[in-house]
């Protein structure tokens, strides 16, 4: 019995940091290794024009977007690993998911506005429509799992709208609808001022996963924390010991009680030290495996290029079955 396809994608926009490998990157590992899926995971290249980009850095940015897959555990023999606009397949459907999504829905993205208030001078039509093509992406490779994080949520509940939609319009059964896998963590916040989400906008507070140890070390020490002196895990009354918290929690494997009592009576500059050898040691194989591999761009892209090919076989096939139900084939 084939496994049920899970598909997921990250922008390349720079350097993958903390939030990211949390809140997706680790995700996608542990759901190849459970060896219940048949795992896509894309870069998606197309998604990430929405924001104000350097054409000279964008395929430097996917490049090393693939690299991050591969170092950290993504394994080309038992996932697919392709580029979002080489099966640009995904397009097409966009367009067609645009012909029968109601503007009111799209309107009531959450998303949209929080991106368009980053952005203010960069509100494009793409920001807006963007729920459309994640859900061409899922819709079209009939996935049954999406692993996402709770921003995402909407837009997931949009994409099974339209497939049940578009099902009793005209499909049938054709349209799988999806089901969110959510990841357990929550999103990280900066490290100089944890009101706010950890970004690569804020280089001061945000941890990238190729950090040497050394830049750890200073990032973390200069993490804020609270005038009090108790570690406890408390993120509204002591949100920057809380997020030093769950970073530890989430790369010791110890449960966050365990952590509070392995740090009771310890000094904020014992935790700082702690958190900061333990992020050093857990991601040590992961930049030795980038650096190696960042070496090998032509096998880099041959890999890309092979799944290019798997996976515009797999797009084609579902596009003309669409198609032919919407007949718009002769």
Request: with cysteine.
């Amino acid at each position: 019995m084939a496994k049920p396809i899970l598909i997921s994608g990250i922008q390349p926009t720079g350097r993958l940091h903390l939030g990211n490998y949390l809140g997706a990157l680790k995700n996608f590992v542990e759901l190849q290794n459970s060896g219940k899926y048949q795992c896509y995971f894309f870069i998606a290249d197309y998604h990430s024009l929405t924001e104000d980009f350097n054409p000279q850095e964008k395929s430097k940015q996917i490049f090393d977007l693939a690299v991050d897959y591969l170092a950290a555990g993504i394994n080309p023999k038992k996932s697919i690993i392709f580029t979002q606009s080489q099966a640009p397949q995904s397009t097409e459907l966009a367009w067609i998911l645009n012909t029968q999504a109601p503007f009111g829905e799209l309107r009531r993205m959450t998303q949209f506005k929080e991106k368009s208030e980053g952005q203010q001078e960069n509100i494009n039509v793409g920001l807006f429509t963007y729920p459309l093509l994640m859900a061409a992406d899922i819709i079209l490779y009939d996935a049954q799992f999406v692993p996402v994080g709770e921003d995402q949520l909407q837009h997931l509940e949009l994409t099974r709208t339209l497939a049940r939609k578009l099902n009793n319009k005209f499909f049938g059964r054709m349209f799988i609808e999806p089901k969110p896998i959510l990841t357990a963590t929550p999103r990280l916040m900066s490290l100089d001022d944890p009101a706010k989400k950890m970004s690569k906008s804020r280089p001061a507070g945000c941890l990238f996963l190729d950090d040497t140890p050394d830049i750890i070390e200073q990032k973390i020490k200069r993490a804020v924390t609270d005038s009090g002196s108790e570690i406890k895990y408390d993120p509204i009354n002591k949100a920057g010991v809380s997020n030093l918290l769950r970073i530890y929690s989430d790369l010791s494997g110890k449960s966050i009680s365990q952590a509070e009592k392995q740090f009771s009576g310890k000094s904020y500059s014992q935790l700082k030290e702690s958190v900061a050898k333990t992020i050093s040691d857990y991601f040590k194989l992961f930049r030795n495996k980038k650096a190696t591999l960042s070496k090998k761009p032509a096998a880099i892209k041959k890999m890309l290029s092979a799944n290019a090919l798997k996976i515009q076989k797999i797009a084609d096939k579902k596009l003309i079955e669409i198609k032919t139900r919407l007949g718009l084939s002769l």
